[in-house]
């Protein structure tokens, strides 16, 4: 039978496939349908791995177990996120918004490991070779004789160069801009990206070589296109900040060789990315400093605490009727909730105020236990008490007013004694289980809301 050749309306927000054009997508997006041709490889792939007469099952018992070889970066905060460095023959997605430093990131690390003696292969199809070299000159003490670069765009040429070649670690900036030659469909599409993924997922195990592959992501901050890579890849990391501030974020979503709770951090400066290892201290503004309506606190993030200032500002509102509630870095429900927790049970007519509230830094802390520290801050405004800058708030805030526990208290409690704070304010359930005397810090443990303010008015 002659060979038909099939398409399919993917959309380009989700990946959803439709016999048929949709206006819109089941996942919400408006006109986003292209037509695609249809892989023939996969379905081959598909038959003839349900053909396999050799597969076994193995009990998981006697399966042994491997140890990861891993390639140290050079960087001990990417080595971190990674869980140790980089696993040998692994695929790593790097996404992040345009200009926020994943091809500064990346260029530092190829020198580093080729610095080693190491072939590196650094593919963009974003940059010419001579604006790598200007950035490389930039960034890096020397450039080591085994790092290599190629402007290019087609995975098929990729390919055929790195069989070659055979690097030690492949890089290859951006997948948005890959294409393979089989498909019709332009770069960055749908089936182009998840072809370019799978290609590139069968070099890496193939030749037991590590890539990293950078993707953009959209303004919103997702993955989109590349989110259909996501299921391929061994680990996502994430590279956040704000763009007219130093410091970024490299967090990892995924991870199938260590945990994603760790954090890297960074700052851009005119010689490329400097490591920020002291990172508890690294987000407070005017520590030494006492200011109205500001008010510390702490997150454990992967293996560290890290310090930070809650900033609010409460005015009569301005607007008919209308108060506005805005916030920067917090959830805006998480905001109402405590605004409404703080009316209702601590008594503080907040009704015809406006609120904002920013985290100061261009950290997005996760979780709740920053609330009590907004819950604070909003009061010290309102009321116009001045806190001591060398006081801390942990604490989530339930609707009820009480105060819930927050995790891994004691080692955050040992890091803010370290950096010089004289009182915590925490859960009385958090407080009760600390162990150590600390020297120098008094521990306010509170039960409640209104058990906090009192501890917190009070010098
Ligand atoms: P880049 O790594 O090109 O971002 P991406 O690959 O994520 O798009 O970094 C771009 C920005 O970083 C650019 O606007 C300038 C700034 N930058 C520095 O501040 N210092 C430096 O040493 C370098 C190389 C870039
Ligand atoms: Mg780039």
Not at 104 to 117: E, L, P, V
Not at 293 to 310: C, D, H, L, Q
Not at 368 to 387: C, E, H, N, Q, Y
Request: charged share 25%.
């Amino acid at each position: 039978m002659a060979k038909k050749s099939k398409t399919v309306f993917v959309c380009q927000e989700c990946g959803y496939e439709s016999s048929k054009w949709m206006g819109q997508c089941v996942c919400g997006a408006w006109n986003s349908f292209v037509e695609e041709k249809v892989l023939p490889e996969l379905k081959e792939d598909t038959r003839r791995r349900a053909s396999a007469r050799d597969a076994r099952p193995s009990a998981l018992k006697s399966v042994g177990t491997l140890s990861y070889e891993r390639i140290d970066t050079g960087i001990g905060e990417l080595n971190r996120v990674l869980g140790g460095g980089i696993v040998k023959g692994s695929l790593t997605l790097i996404s992040g918004e345009p200009g926020i430093g994943k091809s500064t990131i990346i260029i530092q690390t190829a020198a580093n490991i080729a610095s080693r003696g190491l072939k590196v292969l650094y593919v963009s199809g974003e940059e010419s070779e001579e604006q790598i070299r200007l950035r490389a000159d930039r960034v890096c003490s020397e450039i080591p004789g085994t790092l290599f670069v190629l402007a290019e765009t087609n995975m098929e040429n990729v390919e055929a160069v790195c069989g070659e070649m055979k690097p030690d670690f492949l890089i290859v900036d951006s997948i948005q801009t890959m294409y393979s030659g089989e498909l019709d469909s332009a770069p960055g599409s749908i089936s182009q990206v998840r072809q370019t993924g799978n290609q590139l997922m069968r070099l890496g195990k193939t030749g037991n070589m590590p890539i990293f592959i950078v993707a953009h992501v959209t303004k919103s901050g997702d993955l989109a296109g590349p989110k259909t890579v996501e299921h391929l890849v061994d680990c996502v990391l994430n590279f956040t900040g704000e763009r007219d501030q130093e410091l970024r974020i490299l967090r990892s979503y995924k991870n199938r060789f260590g945990t994603t709770s760790e954090i890297g951090a960074f700052m851009m400066e005119g010689t490329g990315l400097t490591e920020v290892t002291d990172i508890s201290a690294t987000f407070l503004e005017n520590s030494g400093e006492n200011a109205e309506g500001s008010v510390t606190t702490a997150i454990y993030e992967g293996s560290r605490p890290v310090m930070f200032e809650i900033q609010s500002l409460v005015t009569p509102a301005s607007g008919m009727g209308f108060s506005r509630r805005t916030s920067v870095g917090i959830d805006n429900t998480r905001l109402s909730m405590i605004i409404a927790v703080m009316e209702k049970k601590a008594g503080l007519p907040l009704g015809g105020q406006d609120i904002y509230v920013n985290v100061v830094g261009g950290i997005r802390p996760e979780g709740t236990g920053t609330d009590l520290a907004v819950a604070l801050a909003i009061f010290s405004s309102f009321k116009r008490v001045t806190p001591d800058s060398r006081t801390l708030a942990l604490g989530e805030v339930g609707l009820t007013g009480d105060l819930r526990p927050v995790r891994n208290a004691e080692k955050i409690v040992k890091e803010a004694a370290r950096l010089g704070y004289e009182r915590i304010i925490m859960p009385a359930s958090n407080a009760d289980k600390l162990k150590d005397s600390l020297k120098g810090c008094m521990i306010a443990g509170v039960r409640n809301i209104n058990e906090a303010i009192r501890a917190f008015g009070a010098k």
